[in-house]
């Protein structure tokens, strides 16, 4: 029915790869006064809960991440991620550094790189494109949503033409595109959700990560749901809107997420999202059981 991030992982590494949550010390522009002060308004510090702290060189730290997942994953590769905050806010010299050093590694088979399409300047670009002629560079956009009274209540901070641009610069230099989009954004109407997920499906992109929205203690969106003025979705709702939003991209792009890894230590709700083994349980058969009555073989 889609196409996974496992069947993409066998297909270009020949086993299943393991992504280490890497800390680059970067900040944010909608934090530190360039574009706000506050951030996203669903932010609580960067999206990356689970990155590891900084402590030493980027080589230490995937030796020390590696440890906690070794058992795991006995193919012994992993995916370098950089994952909190802004990971192209800093000077082209620091990226190569960091970014070299990470992919220098023998266990890193690809390097993951969250950002803002608005810090991808064309030097940006070009190292990017430079460092993927040595392991495979993937970009991840957080774009959360295509309308624009959408994006100004959760201060996102640029406009729908800047991630444009910045998927078409990355693709003409080969970059591999993942975008990342929210469901349950307040205001939003699951039609305009729907749109969202097609957009992105046209943007030229290939893969797309799907996430439930999360209400975290400590953030802007918290206030608002705390004084009631949205609410969000239950689990029916959300397995409903994710597959008409697979249905709306097309096959060949992958899905490299379907609900989220908010901080449970924070989540404030829905509160059924902190079980995800049973979310993505419901997901699964929820998915087969639409295979089953369009006719189709698991
Ligand atoms: S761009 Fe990312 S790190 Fe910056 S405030 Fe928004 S969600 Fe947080």
Redesign the pocket.
Known sequence: MYRSLNEELREKFGEKVYKLALEGGFS????DGTL?T???I??????GDFAEKPSGNIFEQIEKAKIRVEKKNPSGKYIAYFQ???NTYAPVSYLKKIFSEAISHPDIVALSI?T?PDCLPDEVVELLSELNKTKPVWVEL?LQTIHPETAGY????YELSVFDSAVERLKRAGIYVIVHMIIGLPGETPEMIFETAEYIGKSGADGIKLQLLHVLSGTDLAKDYESGKFRTLELDEYINILEECIRRIPPKMTVHRLTGDGSKKYLIAPLWSADKKRVLNAINSAFAKDKLEQGEHL
Do not use: A
């Open positions: 944010c522009p909608n934090r706000g506050g951030g996203c669903f932010c609580l510090g960067g999206s909190s905050y802004t969250g803002r957080g959760i201060r996102r901070g």
